[in-house]
């Protein structure tokens, strides 16, 4: 009777921080249910009428499909130039909102909160913007998009800076490289397989986009979902619905593919 | 005349696929360039309407807030942004909610193969439908109009991409406490209580605060279509081009974002780093 007696750690108490978040999300959960008058009840007894519509949307009008070619190309089109623009702005944007790149402290900051404003906006108020700016069309989808990008991409982009290797950073200090030449030779060849995943993952954000930015009047396949629906032609909706969906699912992957391959 | 250098650098690796893959991503910028039919030219009047519009919107933020419409005008913008964080908030606790279990049965290594296949199809497919299509087609047709038909495409929308996230958290699991567990003699069940979730929980609920961050600005999206939120009023008053009540709900939606953004920031930094490594930062700050 000599073995020690093996003494149990005691169990870590649940930490009070803990329950205090958990108590303060059912709270929020609560209140935020009953300011959008939360009821699941029309699931299951509105059968009359809201099915109905939505049956209609099982039968797409397939001779439709014809029509649907133009204002996607259309669609991604406006997606593919607004990242061009959007990446090459945002690449600039993510060098001056680095301390990293930007030793300056008030240019940095600025420079970020410029960024946090860009970013705060959706998608569809920037359309609505340019709308106002630039009249219906192409044009306005495409500046809003870019606005859009820019903030995304050079968030994500300034954080890859910040976490850069320093050794190729000093080389080129003691080399006397100046700013500029430091970030091209030390900085973005270390930043461009995470700046390239980024411009990928926003044209597939781009595409998705261009629906809503149809219906405030900017262009591509959803200025035509905004008439579809309109006209409550469901049957041709339903159409363009299911092309949309093919190719965003196609675009994904493929992107997907890609990403995969730039972070290996 | 010159010895030869007994270096003998090494050879410049081929630049021929990059230069191809340039040329490629420039030719189709360049075609989808031409192809669209933008109106070029109206670019040109962009910066002197951003000024004029923008003097004006500047000017409805500068009115006497406390002077009617413009009361009104600030009352109405905070109450239906605080309605588009609601839906936000609503959105995401049911994809939460929806998208724990699917996580698991997306991972290979908590779910057999032949139900990961399927739910990780699911889940892409889910990511690929826009959340304003689910409005128009199901949610308003069912819930009618409001926040409400928004919240809950918010939710199912955001179920792909919470699945995916955490079944990748879940894949990268240290199999350690997974074989002490099942060494235990643990139940499938067990094994996921005691040795899984303890160590992706924080991960994942960043996660959801994270699609959080997202699903306030994509609920203020939804109103364009009819789903509540300050989408709807900021539609009107751009269609009524009132640049006074455009600008000051411009400015309640950047504020209010920025600030629970800030707010699920930290806490968000919080969870993932915890206690311990706080207390490792502040050591490391006071000496």
């Not at chain 2, 919240?151 to 996230?165: H, N, Q």
Request: glycine letters at 8%.
């Amino acid at each position: 009777m000599t073995a020690p007696v093996a003494v149990r750690p005691p169990k870590p108490r649940p930490a009070l921080g803990m329950w205090s978040l958990l108590a303060a999300s059912v709270v929020i959960t609560i209140v935020a249910g009953s300011a959008i008058d939360f009821d699941l009840l029309p699931l299951f007894s509105d059968t009359t009428r809201g099915w109905f519509i939505v049956s209609q949307f099982f039968a797409p009008d397939w001779s439709y499909l014809g029509r649907t070619v133009a204002p996607l190309l259309d669609t991604l089109a406006i997606a593919v130039v607004a990242t061009a623009f959007g990446c090459v702005l945002a690449l600039g944007a993510a060098m001056l909102a680095s301390r990293i790149t930007t030793r300056n402290g008030a240019i940095y900051r600025t420079s970020k909160a410029v960024l946090s404003v860009l970013r705060s906006l959706p998608d569809v108020v920037w359309g609505m913007l340019f709308v106002a700016f630039v009249g219906v069309g192409a044009l306005a989808g495409m500046l809003a998009l870019v606005a859009f990008n820019v903030g995304i991409i050079a968030k994500l982009t300034a954080e890859t800076i910040d976490a850069v290797d320093p050794g190729p950073l000093e080389a080129a200090d003691a080399a006397g490289a100046n700013s500029v030449q430091r970030a091209r030779v030390a900085v973005v060849p270390q930043i461009l397989p995470n700046f390239a995943s980024y411009s990928l993952y926003v044209f597939e954000l781009n595409v998705r986009a261009s629906v809503v930015l149809g219906f405030v009047g900017a262009g591509g396949i959803g200025t035509q979902i905004a008439v579809e629906l309109a006209r409550f032609n469901y049957d041709n909706l339903s159409a363009i619905i299911v092309v949309l969906f093919v190719v965003v699912f196609a675009i994904d992957q493929i992107s997907g593919v890609l990403r995969r391959r730039l972070a290996s | 005349m010159t010895a030869p250098s007994p270096v003998v650098r090494p050879r410049r690796p081929g630049k021929l696929r990059y230069v191809a893959l340039q040329l490629a991503v420039l030719a189709v910028i360049a075609v989808c360039l031409t192809s669209l039919d933008a109106n070029w030219s109206r670019l040109l009047d962009a910066p002197a309407a951003a000024w004029t519009y923008g003097t004006l919107m500047v000017r409805g933020v500068l009115q006497n807030p406390f002077a009617e419409p413009h009361l009104d005008y600030w009352l109405t913008s905070f109450e239906l942004m605080g309605q588009s964080i609601a839906m936000a908030w609503v959105g995401t606790v049911i994809a939460a909610i929806l998208s724990f279990p699917l996580g698991f049965l997306a991972a290979s290594n908590t779910a057999p193969r032949w139900i990961v296949l399927p739910v990780r199809q699911l889940l892409n497919a889910i990511r690929a439908i826009p959340d304003v299509i689910l409005v128009i087609v199901v949610m308003v047709p069912v819930f009618g109009l409001g926040p409400m038909s928004g919240a809950l495409a918010l939710g199912v929308g955001s179920v792909g991409t919470l699945g995916k996230l955490a079944s990748e958290a879940i894949e990268g699991i240290q199999p350690g406490p997974v074989e002490a567990v099942r060494a235990s003699g643990a139940r499938p069940v067990q094994v996921i209580r005691w040795g899984v979730i303890p160590q992706v929980l924080p991960e994942i609920v960043a996660f959801w605060l994270y699609r959080f961050e997202v699903n306030i600005r994509a609920g203020a999206i939804l109103g364009v279509v009819g789903a509540g939120g300050i989408g709807a009023y900021i539609g009107r008053a751009f269609d009524s081009r009132d640049w006074d009540r455009i600008g000051i709900a411009l400015l309640v939606i950047v504020v209010v974002t920025m600030l629970v953004d800030a707010i699920s920031g930290l806490v968000r930094h919080r969870i993932i780093a915890g206690p311990v490594a706080r207390a490792a930062q502040l050591e490391r700050v006071v000496g």
